[in-house]
């Protein structure tokens, strides 16, 4: 993967939102869990009005038992704003002071599932793509052989990565759905979540794939392939080869090479499996040595 998208810092903000808000929707759906076997009763609005709360309107309801002079506090964000006068059912546990749940209210279990994983997958993303997670093995294909020099060698994408990411762009839709199911989030929001997660799922399956992406050595030069380019660079073509540290900490080997217009341009190797990037660069140093137009000795990269 070129590009650590997901930073730390991004990583920790959306956290510090999030995980407050699951620990109230999780105390509110331990207040349901308590409720849910409360005995039904029907009451009357008194009050109803629309309070902000975390960027969201909540109904707020004061209800009159039906018969009593109880009155107790409910609380809804679904449906339209009940009348004054309305009779409504709900779960009363007997004690006025505490909440009473509509008989209409949804389990805010999906919310908390939503808040929590989502910064989980965060985290996760982003220690996969840091190669922090599921990080590349030292390659042992480097020794030189009989068949190093063969003049063609294919090196294939890391399909590990690429298939967890793969699956992390499930998880995003999988979040999306969830999301458009709770009235509690924006179908809008949860629309995008789940476009943007099958999308992305998509993208990274048919980046595993060969044919798609990796890396062809020849001995007049090598050809980069990423989803939908692909790119030929001949061996007197090439001005350097290096690594680029991301901002991130991600680290991406970066081919200098001679621009059409005379100039220069930098070109990044895509991920390769089982090597890190300090070997993939050793070895295209190695084969730029070999058949470039300038020979060097090679033990100056061993």
């Avoid at 869990?33 to 609005?45: D, I, M, R, S, T």
């Avoid at 749940?101 to 985290?123: D, K």
């Avoid at 007197?236 to 680290?251: P, T």
Wanted: net charge negative.
């Amino acid at each position: 993967m070129p590009v650590v998208f997901v930073s730390k810092w991004l990583v920790l903000v959306f956290a510090v939102f999030t995980v407050p808000m699951g620990v109230v929707e999780y105390l509110e759906y331990r207040h349901a869990q308590g409720a849910k076997h409360a005995p039904l009763v029907e009451g009357e609005v008194v009050l109803a009005r629309i309070v902000q709360r975390w960027d969201r309107p909540v109904q707020v309801y004061t209800l009159r038992i039906v018969g009593t002079e109880t009155e107790v506090r409910a609380e809804d964000v679904r449906g339209d704003l009940l009348p004054r006068g309305e009779r409504v059912r709900f779960h009363y546990t007997g004690d006025p002071a505490r909440e009473v749940r509509l008989e209409r209210e949804r389990s805010p279990l999906s919310m908390v599932a939503f808040l929590w994983g989502a910064p989980i997958f965060m985290v996760l993303l982003y220690l996969a793509l840091s190669g922090a997670v599921l990080g590349r093995r030292r390659s042992e294909a480097i020794e030189r052989g009989p068949e190093f020099w063969s003049g063609r060698r294919e090196l294939r994408p890391g399909t590990w990565s690429n298939s967890f990411l793969s699956l992390c762009g499930l998880g995003v839709a999988g979040l999306g759905a969830v999301g458009i199911a709770n009235p509690e989030i924006s179908w809008f929001t949860g629309g995008i979540l789940v476009v943007v997660g099958v999308v992305g799922s998509v993208v990274m399956a048919l980046s595993a794939l060969p044919r798609f992406s990796g890396i062809t050595l020849r001995d007049d030069g090598f050809e980069v392939r990423e989803l939908g380019r692909r790119t030929q660079v001949a061996w007197d073509q090439v001005l350097a080869f290096g690594i680029q540290e991301g901002v991130h900490s991600d680290r991406n080997v970066v081919c200098q090479r001679q621009a059409p217009d005379g100039g220069s341009e930098t070109l990044t190797l895509p991920g390769i499996r089982r090597m890190t990037p300090d070997d993939l660069l050793l070895l295209m140093v190695q084969w730029w040595t070999h058949f470039g137009p300038e020979p060097k000795d090679e033990d100056d990269f061993e």
